[in-house]
């Protein structure tokens, strides 16, 4: 199977040289979703805070994929300057992540209506009153994620134009049901008439070429891409990704029912510990200080970005967070973007060639 997927990208210069797609059943499949973000392949890497930024997402675009800025706590200087260096890295297209409870989103609506951004994705809760239409007064597109059908239903009504659908397998904050019993809920009742990704779990194109084949029209990647050669992830960071299996990304514990806590998914090291001794300083704070839920849940979510940076940019995996989807065990070595999309791509072309 390897030898096929080799073969097969060998001949992807010359396909293209002919005016050929190089990967016809693929891209046929794609073609909804490549034509709405506007790239060559329908495969968004997932906003993964302080790796998708200006050199993983530019790298991205280029090879065909979509790029996406992971904005999460950035100020609105700071995902300024992100984007205008990204812009200075490709001329692809390539979206940003907004996370809904930022205290500053309407101000990071405005800088990517600054910058023309053509796509925004709004992620980590339901958008609030008039965002969707902030960013669409600049004629973006808005990619929602939603846990429930219902609530993906009501999204899209709403303005979104595309949805993700991601599973428990997923890096980062995640959901309760599994990637693959979300595709069957959502994909028959959603399909034939929305744009809808599948995400979480991915690491090969066989199950690419499977989600397509039950409507999905394209899927989002994140662990795959946090390794890659153009991530500027601290060589310990990667190197734990390498060392590690399916089974020792785990999801963190809730341990106050209080405390709007989304589980995340990570590599199970010192800092897992650490979140939980996290929680209960916030739930005192609950407690003794009368601190508003808002608050609470902003504190929570301002840790993880701090302990995922110590992890990504320091190179602390013991005491930083190590967020990786289950797919990690799929990754083994530090590769070019461009190799990975090509393997992704011939993998779910070789598989449909068996149907």
């Known amino acids: 199977m390897a030898r096929r997927w080799r073969d097969c990208v060998r001949f992807v210069p010359r396909l293209v040289a002919l005016g050929m797609t190089a990967y016809p059943k693929t891209s046929a499949l794609m073609a909804r979703g490549t034509a709405f973000l506007g790239s060559e392949y329908a495969i968004l890497c997932g906003a993964m805070s302080w790796v998708s930024e200006r050199s993983l997402v530019s790298a991205i675009s280029n090879a065909g994929g979509f790029g996406v800025i992971a904005c999460g706590a950035m100020t609105p200087e700071l995902l300024d300057a992100e984007i ?29 209506g600054r910058h023309r951004v053509g796509h925004v994705v709004l992620a980590g809760g339901i958008p609030p009153k008039g965002s969707v239409e902030a960013i669409k007064a600049f004629d973006a597109k ?63 194109g066989e199950a690419i070429a499977g989600y397509l084949e039950m409507g999905a029209v394209g899927v989002q990647l994140g662990t795959r891409f946090a390794c890659a050669k153009e991530s500027i992830a601290h060589p310990a960071f990667k190197a734990a990704f390498f060392r590690a299996n399916a089974r020792d990304a785990v999801a963190s514990v809730q341990v106050d029912p209080r405390l709007p806590v989304i589980p995340v998914r990570a590599l199970k090291n010192k800092g897992t510990e650490a979140f939980t001794a996290k929680q209960l300083e916030v739930a005192r704070a609950l407690d003794e200080d009368g601190i508003a839920m808002a608050e609470a849940q902003l504190q929570i979510e301002h840790y993880w970005a701090g302990a995922l940076r110590r992890a990504v940019i320091d190179g602390d995996v013991e005491g930083g967070s190590l967020m990786a989807g289950q797919s990690v065990g799929m990754v083994k070595s530090e590769e070019p973007v461009a190799d990975i999309i090509a393997q992704l791509m011939a993998q779910s072309e070789v598989a449909l060639g068996r149907r």
């Not at 890295?89 to 989103?105: A, C, E, R, S, Y």
């Open 142 to 204: 808005v990619i929602v994620f939603a846990p429930t059908l219902a609530l993906a239903k009501k999204l899209l009504r709403s303005g979104g134009d595309a949805l993700v659908i991601e599973g428990m397998e997923a890096g980062g904050h995640i959901g309760p049901v599994s990637t693959s019993v979300l595709a069957q809920e959502f994909l028959p009742e959603l399909a034939a008439d929305h744009l809808v990704f599948v995400a979480g779990g991915i690491g090969r």
């Open 84 to 112: 205008a260096a990204t812009r200075g890295l490709t001329d692809k297209p390539f979206g940003v992540n907004l996370i809904t409870m930022h205290p500053q989103l309407f101000d990071l609506i405005e800088v990517c």
